[in-house]
């Protein structure tokens, strides 16, 4: 019995040194979006004030779904979303 109980303490070991190896790499991953997304927010809200300046009345929202974009997908989701109002704006 006593068998058992060491290979069952060496398997649950095992067990949460591979958990604790998918958080870290998750954490990594968590914190690299929210970083992205807190960037994402400034830009918009600093490139929402030079294009007034500059007389452009395009203006993009600060919204879940924009900095859920800008969050994903980084540069390319705030290219995304001016371009599509710069579109529109045409």
């Known amino acids: 019995m006593e068998l058992y109980y060491g290979i069952g303490a ?3 070991i095992c067990i949460l040194v591979l958990f604790m190896g998918m958080m ?4 990594s991953v968590i914190s690299a979006f929210i970083l ?3 960037v994402g927010v400034v830009g918009i809200c600093a490139m929402n004030n030079f294009l007034e300046s500059q007389g452009i009345s395009v ?3 600060v919204n879940p779904m924009s900095v859920l974009t800008i969050g ?4 390319c989701g705030f290219a995304l979303i001016y371009g599509i109002l710069l579109y529109r704006f045409l």
């Open 10 to 12: 060496i398997a649950g």
């Open 24 to 27: 870290k790499q998750k954490a």
């Open 36 to 38: 992205r997304g807190i």
């Open 59 to 61: 203006k993009a929202g």
């Open 72 to 75: 994903t997908l980084g540069i």
